[in-house]
């Protein structure tokens, strides 16, 4: 396989982001088509990115012959249907976080592509930024010994929320599943495992109007009595200097490991003020996006061509579902989960 033929679906921030990033990659993958929920935005889109195809009738991406693969970037609810759609028409598929919005749907998704030989890899892009993978690298070279405590924050202005009605509790699960999945994967991946317990406390605190949970916290316990805790909210001030605040502490019997992913190196002064901007995760290249996002997308094309299995796969996408929902009757109940 030469070139692999991509179609997208959703052509919002994540889509368009994805689409920037192939633009870099035209000798691997071409972007074939968009399929939205209004075709005229899909129409634009494949404008915008010069793609052959842009559709409402996601049957109409699926059934060309030129398109191998799907990122599906569309709001969490649609996730399940238009994987297991893709996967029935043989197409392998990368698919944002989070991965789908319950237990039963990640194991469809799962199902669907095992089932008809296809790719399904989960968009957790923190795995991909290197100052993550280098925390990776030195926690298994024994660097700082047995990680025995990890505490993550991951904290967004409450300005994303505002305006995207589709961001609520009944489509996206609050900040716990729609963004608190990148901490709970990441929490594992160091760990090297699932946690055996789990604890949580969550609300609308903050946030007025549409019904979404903007701030939570969690506790974990894993099986040999290493501990962890997650800080993650959409609800920071408005005028915050960077779209997404987030670090993670790893703490091993023989040393620590601090990542600080709000200290980036480029600060941009401005009449409006100070601003911070995203030089790991999807910098601007020459040709498209470059930084985490490049590698991801980079990785999903090689296990296509490779056949390996993703680093983010199926299975990763449906724990932290799994650990989030644990997380979220914890705090109903006002018990710890175990899984």
Not at 7 to 31: H, M, V
Not at 158 to 174: C, F, I, K, P, Y
Not at 211 to 227: N, S
């Amino acid at each position: 396989m030469s070139r692999i033929g991509i179609g997208i679906i959703g052509a919002g921030k994540a889509g368009s982001n994805f689409a920037r990033t192939l633009r870099g990659l035209s000798g691997q993958a071409e972007t074939i088509g968009f399929c939205t929920a209004h075709g005229e935005t899909a129409r634009e889109a494949a404008e915008r990115f010069e793609a052959r195809l842009g559709t409402a009738d996601l049957s109409e991406l699926l059934e060309r012959g030129d398109i191998d693969a799907v990122i599906v970037a569309s709001p969490d609810r649609h996730h399940c249907r238009q994987v297991v759609a893709a996967a029935e028409a043989g197409k392998h598929v990368l698919c944002e976080k989070p991965m789908c919005r319950s237990q039963e749907e990640a194991q469809s998704m799962i199902a669907a592509c095992r089932e008809n030989g296809v790719t399904l890899m989960v968009g957790f892009t923190d795995r991909f930024n290197q100052p993550c993978l280098e925390a990776k690298r030195r926690i298994d070279a024994g660097e700082i010994g047995v990680p025995r405590m990890i505490l993550a924050r991951r904290c967004h202005p409450r300005s994303v929320v505002r305006g995207r009605q589709w961001l609520n509790d009944a489509e996206t699960g609050g900040v716990l599943n729609y963004a608190g999945t990148h901490n709970i994967d990441l929490i594992c991946w160091y760990m090297g495992g699932a946690p055996q317990r789990v604890h949580g406390e969550m609300g609308q605190l903050i946030l007025e109007g549409q019904e979404f949970t903007d701030c939570a916290v969690m506790t974990f316990k894993f099986p040999d009595g290493r501990i962890a805790a997650l800080y993650e909210t959409f609800a920071y001030p408005d005028n915050y200097p960077h779209g997404v605040d987030r670090s993670v502490e790893i703490l091993g019997d023989r040393g620590v490991i601090k990542i600080d992913l709000m200290s980036q190196p480029l600060k941009i002064h401005t009449p409006e003020g100070l601003s911070l901007a995203d030089s790991v995760t999807w910098p601007e290249g020459a040709h498209g996006l470059e930084g985490a996002l490049r590698a991801e997308v980079e990785h999903f094309l090689e296990c296509i061509r490779e056949g390996k299995e993703p680093m983010t796969g199926g299975q990763e996408g449906e724990l932290a579902i799994r650990i989030a929902s644990a997380a979220r009757r914890a705090s109903e109940s006002g018990r710890s989960v175990r899984l």
